[in-house]
């Protein structure tokens, strides 16, 4: 699935396809922002590289819709 984190005072989004399940994505930004701007919101990707962003600068995460994944041949 796709998290985007917007970054205050940065053009640009840091988008990763994560292994991780939407709950899991969640419960980790919920608590990075909830803590505050001495705590982090650490994440996984889908190659098993790991993303820090300082939770004082975030401002904002999406997580994309969790994908199905097919099995067989797409017509």
């Known amino acids: 699935m796709d998290v985007r984190i917007g970054i205050q005072n940065v ?3 840091v988008v990763i396809e994560s ?3 939407a709950e899991e994505v ?3 930004a919920s608590k990075a922002i909830a803590t505050g701007s001495g705590a982090e919101l650490r994440l996984t990707d889908a190659k098993g590289r790991v993303v820090i962003v ?3 600068v975030i401002g904002y995460v999406e997580i994309g ?3 199905q994944r097919r099995v ?3 017509h």
């Open 19 to 21: 292994g991780q399940t």
């Open 54 to 56: 300082p939770a004082g």
């Open 11 to 13: 053009a640009r989004e």
């Open 72 to 74: 067989g041949f797409a």
């Open 65 to 67: 819709a969790e994908e």
């Open 26 to 28: 969640a419960a980790a």
